[in-house]
């Protein structure tokens, strides 16, 4: 079941970063996780018949080509606060598209904001939580990990996706 749910959740992400912006992902079965000093992280949180979160962390460099291909602007006019709120958007839209994914679509939940968090905070995160699925995407100048947390025992039965 967890490779059915990393199937899942890396097709959402490839799919809403080159839909979104323009980043072209490529999944990676082995690799390092981002350090700690050179990432940016993100968490969603949701809750319905399952809940749980969703911690994506990506590489620094990576922001100012996702920002500015989200908004249509320069790399270089982007300010920290749009590259935060484009991530911050980024992880909403994967979340938002992941859940039905796995789940169907008849299923509601409620996804709250995503929030900035230190890397500290997301290594403490992935550390006292353990992930149902998780998939490490090379981009073409950094790195995205992303982790789905979800409380208890997904039944086999709950995955809806064909994929």
Do not use: H, W
Not at 66 to 83: C, K, M, P
Not at 97 to 112: A, E, T, W
Not at 140 to 154: A, E, K, R, S, T
């Amino acid at each position: 079941m967890r490779e059915k749910l990393e199937n899942i959740l890396s097709r959402v992400a490839v799919m809403t970063l080159e839909q979104l912006a323009f980043i072209f992902a490529f999944p990676e079965d082995e690799g390092n996780e981002i350090q700690q000093d050179s990432a940016v992280a993100v968490i969603i949180a949701f809750r319905g018949p399952f809940s749980g979160f969703l911690l994506l962390t990506v590489s620094k460099q990576v922001l100012p080509e996702l920002t500015a291909n989200i908004l249509g602007v320069d790399e270089e006019e982007t300010t920290s606060d749009q590259q935060y709120d484009a991530l911050k958007e980024t992880i909403n839209i994967i979340c938002g598209n992941l859940l039905p994914d796995i789940f169907g679509k008849q299923v509601i939940f409620n996804i709250d904001s995503p929030k900035i968090i230190p890397p500290a905070e997301a290594i403490k995160e992935k550390d006292e939580y353990k992930a149902a699925s998780m998939v490490k995407l090379s981009l073409d100048n950094g790195q995205c990990d992303l982790f789905l947390f979800v409380d208890g025992q997904i039944p086999e039965d709950a995955i809806v996706s064909s994929e």
